[in-house]
């Protein structure tokens, strides 16, 4: 397209243009920009002295700082706007931060130490009214830029920034300048950093993949227009800006600028800048211009944007120029390249308008959709919290009285205590009821143990003496969300007691008759022959009982993992949709730390019950003791008398030198009611009494600790989960506070991450429904615009 051309298309068009290109900042501001959707833009690539600095002060009518080289240290964005010829030019100046600078991290990543942010952030810097002065404001912004994490006003208020040292080599954050002059086109393009190769310093060697990375992505851009800077005095074979979009096969995107022509040294051939102008050698899909900034003689004189156009017009109006080269004047000119830059932007903005489109409508779906996984705090937060305790509260006393179908918990705590008494019926005093070798001859004789129902040989614990009920599998059958805690338990924060399979003889006593004679005599004050002290007895009982405090932990533990866990599960089903809220996680540690103080209470009760059955053995239950003492005087008078047959047996089969199977000579014992009719008084007739009324009071001792351990679990514990946890969760929570209403809302609110995640959705959504709103407002353009050529 010839610069006359474009000059024309731009005056007819007009104000449309500048809304198109307002359009696509308005959705950069808004975020709309991602990876999967790039906005149209114009993107100037160049190597290092390719006079890409004056070539954008050409196009733009500024000056860009130069005496630090900081122009080139971070992308600068400019967007140009027309206004009318009684407008005052003016410039915004603001500073774009996407990325963020981590000291400590390693330089080896895409964006070596800088970390890109999710969502863009724009701080306005200044704005300016004179042309004289925005370089000095720019050179402060950059530098501010190039200062990660420090205030940017400090930059801008500083007497002088001269000594104010820079963190950072170079940053990938934007310096954005919005311009608005009259007569201008309405233009917008982004001056990368020049491609370089290598740094003076060796650990600056990063910066080079740094730089080369942030213009190849700005390249990859598929929505993209380059404007490719190609220095006249260099090799164009050695072109690395060149190199680098021909890699990413974007020359079809890219407008070529040969920069410096009045450094093309003399004599050099017009031909090969025919053929370039002409797309025969280093074509690009939009051909080249050439333009003619200002040299150094110029620029020490401080020569004027209206001065630079004018000497650029005289250059060009000369030989080759004007002679061989005069069919391509439509591309030499500063102006004609900015003219013709704005005609192809305006025309991949209309391009793309229907992708971006799309885009935004679809992304405004996956948002809202996303969204409904992050609720807003309902209105009425204390009406919400004080409905959920409520329902709890329901869920909890049903529980508690354990009627069908949410009688689980009450199941799982009876079959528990079943498991106590089966515990320590199994730590009951066992006796041995052979005959002490020093009475007897009988050499190898095996040893016989008294059991509870029968003449069992070994170690077999007695059964108890009452029924025992078998651990049946659970099974729920709730008829209610809140009942159907049953049907699954989750994990407790209480740590499950390993069942010890040596826990049932690890407090066994056992004892022998020549033992219980000795301490018999040993503790029996009375000289009369036959009498027992009881003090005697009370000490062989004492000994009976220190095994009993490990199943009673056991006991009280499970049942205090069973209430807590009954109760996280009713919590958890009353607080489905509040699972991620304050409101859920303090209500469950106010609950943890109810029950856990709850069975401390009862675990100090049991102790006390167990220290007062280890102090002194006492009962005023006599049927029953008098009932058990006298079944297990039978029990063992019988064993006895059994036992001492066989040993007789055993003694005459030696003396005879014949052999009998051990089970004939017991089965003989167990039959032969003459045998034993005339087997005579018992040597140990004193300890078998001793041993039954130990044995006796054991029984009565027993059920009377396990009732007192099960009662106060079952009756104080979760009397006291009804009557006072409800108080207790409304005081913890602060529900029944002046500021309940503000305290409910921020229980309701999601956890720090999911709140963060939910803002952030709901802020893209805002900016997405105004970047939808805005897309709708700019309808069609006009058939002019539409129709414009792409050359």
Not at 13 to 36: A, M, S, Y
Not at 251 to 268: A, E, I, M, N, Y
């Amino acid at each position: 397209m010839r610069g006359g051309q474009a000059n024309e298309q731009l005056g007819l068009l007009g104000r449309p243009v500048q809304k198109l290109v307002q359009l696509i900042k308005d959705l950069e501001h808004l975020g709309v920009e991602t990876k999967r959707l790039p906005l149209p833009k114009i993107v100037v690539v160049g190597d290092q002295s390719a006079g890409k600095s004056s070539l954008i002060e050409g196009i733009s009518g500024i000056k860009v700082p130069r005496s630090d080289g900081t122009c080139t240290r971070c992308p600068l964005e400019i967007t140009l706007f027309s206004s009318d010829e009684d407008t005052a030019w003016s410039c915004k100046v603001s500073l774009q931060q996407k990325f963020s600078f981590d000291s400590d991290a390693s330089p080896h990543g895409r964006y070596g130490k800088w970390r890109e942010d999710h969502n863009p952030t724009a701080i306005d810097f200044a704005i300016v009214n004179r042309k004289d002065a925005l370089q000095d404001v720019l050179t402060r912004a950059q530098r501010a830029t190039l200062n990660p994490g420090d205030n940017p006003r400090e930059y801008l208020n500083a007497l002088s920034i001269d000594d104010m040292p820079m963190k950072v080599e170079f940053s990938p954050n934007k310096v954005v300048l919005a311009i608005t002059a009259p007569g201008q086109p309405s233009l917008s393009f982004i001056d990368l950093p020049g491609v370089i190769r290598q740094m003076t310093k060796a650990q600056d060697k990063w910066l080079v993949n740094l730089v080369e990375n942030f213009v190849a992505d700005h390249i990859e851009q598929g929505n993209s227009l380059i404007l490719l800077a190609r220095s006249m005095e260099s090799d164009f074979a050695n072109s690395s800006g060149a190199a680098l979009i021909d890699q990413h096969n974007a020359l079809g995107r890219t407008v070529g600028c040969l920069t410096k022509p009045d450094r093309w040294p003399l004599g050099s051939k017009t031909q090969l800048i025919k053929n370039v102008l002409h797309g025969d050698a280093f074509a690009v899909g939009h051909g080249y211009f050439v333009t003619k900034q200002p040299n150094q003689v110029e620029l020490n004189d401080n020569i004027s944007t209206d001065e630079a156009r004018r000497s650029e017009e005289e250059f060009f109006a000369q030989d080759p120029w004007s002679t061989e080269l005069q069919d391509f004047q439509g591309r030499f000119g500063t102006f004609k390249l900015r003219d013709t830059l704005s005609v192809k932007l305006t025309k991949q903005i209309l391009v793309t308008l229907p992708e971006i489109t799309r885009t935004v409508d679809a992304r405004i779906a996956e948002v809202e959709h996303e969204l409904t996984g992050y609720p807003d705090p309902p209105e009425n937060a204390l009406g919400k919290v004080l409905e959920a305790l409520t329902t709890f509260r329901i869920a909890l006393e049903k529980h508690a009285q354990g009627v069908h179908p949410y009688n689980e918990m009450h199941n799982s705590i009876k079959e528990l205590a079943t498991t106590f008494q089966s515990d320590l019926e199994s730590l009951r005093p066992t006796l041995v009821l052979n005959t002490p070798e020093k009475f007897r001859q009988a050499i190898e004789t095996p040893v016989f143990e008294i059991d509870n129902d029968d003449d069992k040989v070994g170690d077999t614990p007695c059964p108890s003496a009452e029924p025992r009920s078998l651990n049946k599998k659970r099974r729920a059958e709730p008829d209610t969300p809140v009942a159907a805690s049953s049907a699954k338990k989750i994990k407790s924060d209480i740590a499950t007691p390993v069942k010890n399979s040596a826990l049932a003889t690890k407090g066994n006593k056992k004892f022998g008759l020549l033992e219980i004679r000795e301490t018999l005599s040993k503790l029996t004050a009375s000289s009369v022959p036959g009498e027992v002290d009881p003090f005697a007895v009370d000490y062989f009982c004492k000994q009976t009982f220190v095994g009993w405090e490990p199943p009673m932990l056991e006991y009280i533990n499970n049942v205090h993992q069973e209430i807590q866990t009954t109760l996280a599960q009713l919590l958890e089903i009353t607080c489905a949709q509040w699972l991620n809220t304050a409101f859920f996680s303090e209500a469950k540690k106010i609950i943890k730390s109810f029950v856990a103080n709850a069975m401390h209470n009862q675990e100090q009760h049991a102790k006390r019950a167990l220290k007062l059955e280890q102090r002194k053995p006492m009962t005023y239950n006599n049927e029953s003791y008098i009932q058990y003492h006298d079944k297990e005087l039978s029990l063992l008078q019988n064993e006895r008398i059994t036992r001492r047959l066989v040993e007789k047996f055993e003694d005459a089969d030696r003396a005879a030198g014949k052999f009998s199977e051990p089970a004939e000579r017991k089965k003989k014992a167990m039959t032969d009611k003459k045998a034993r009719g005339e087997l005579g008084d018992d040597p140990f007739k004193q300890e078998i009494h001793a041993m039954a009324r130990v044995r006796g009071y054991y029984y009565v001792a027993l059920l009377r600790f396990h009732d007192h351990v099960a009662q106060g679990v079952q009756v104080e514990v979760l009397h006291e989960l009804v009557t006072n946890l409800m108080q207790q969760l409304k005081a913890g929570l602060e529900v029944e506070t002046r500021d309940a209403h503000e305290r409910c809302k921020e229980l309701l609110a999601e956890d720090r991450d999911r709140e963060i995640r939910r803002k952030a959705l709901q802020q893209e959504r805002v900016n997405l429904l105004e970047a939808q709103r805005k897309l709708a407002a700019i309808g069609q353009i006009g058939e002019d615009v539409a129709s414009l050529p792409n050359n």
